[in-house]
């Protein structure tokens, strides 16, 4: 019982900073998930959340959504994430916990190194980095640092930088969600956690719609930064232990 209640706890604060930071809840919530469950079943509990999660930014932020960009990122996000989500199964996840501690370790730095990265604004790069961001959170089970880079590049306000975000990330996650469920990777006794998960996501969100008004977004961004930094170090320290 006592790691179900930190569990959910943790789950809420990611839905918290990951609304706030605009990277999207996974980028904290599969690695910190990962202490309380093996890999595959972190990914089918992330896309559930993630569903949830998005349809409470797309209520609370529905006015702010550039539909242009849902066309260029979200279209080789969903048909990338279906691919990434398959190759999933076929996989052995052995390293996939360093790889992920790695990936955000390499996410935090890049951007306290430059803080000012900019891709160009082009339509190639919007269909490319939406492909990757789709490809990865089907594979590893968080994109939203490529999607964010991507989304960085067209200079949104951060209400409709969120707005974008979760629409696009909605058809992503409805399409993995399906494949973790039909490959198995939320055993029975685990779908007790489903109406915990919804509330907290929106709960979460709510909460971090309130911050996103009354926090320096700068200031929150070098948090968050240094939150994702610290994940990173901490799992693929425990991914590393486990193989000496």
Known sequence: MANAFFFLLLALLSEIVGTVGG???????????????????????TGLLHVFSNIA?????????????????????????IAGAWLSS???????????GLFCIFF?????????????ATNGNAITGGGIAGFLA??????????????????LEKNIF????AAIDFGVDISRSVIYVNQGYVKGDLWWYLPGLIIIAFIGSYIGK??????????????VLIFILLTGVLMAGKSMLKMF
Request: glycine letters at 8%; hydrophobic letters at 55%.
């Open 162 to 165: 969120i707005a974008t975000s």
């Open 23 to 45: 990277f999207g809840s996974s980028v904290f919530f599969v690695p910190l998930a990962g202490f309380f469950f093996d890999f595959k079943t972190v990914l089918g509990l």
């Open 210 to 223: 309130k911050l996103l008004n009354s926090v320096s977004q700068e200031w929150f961004r070098k948090i």
């Open 138 to 155: 089907g594979f590893i089970g968080t994109g939203g640092a490529i999607r964010a880079i991507t989304l960085t590049s067209f200079a």
């Open 57 to 81: 930014k797309l209520v609370l932020f529905r006015q702010h959504i550039q539909w242009s960009l849902i066309w260029k990122i979200g279209v080789p996000s969903v048909l990338l994430v």
């Open 90 to 100: 076929q996989v052995q996840f052995e390293y996939a916990e360093l790889l992920l």
């Open 108 to 120: 935090a730095c890049l951007f306290m190194w430059k803080p000012d990265l900019r891709l160009k």
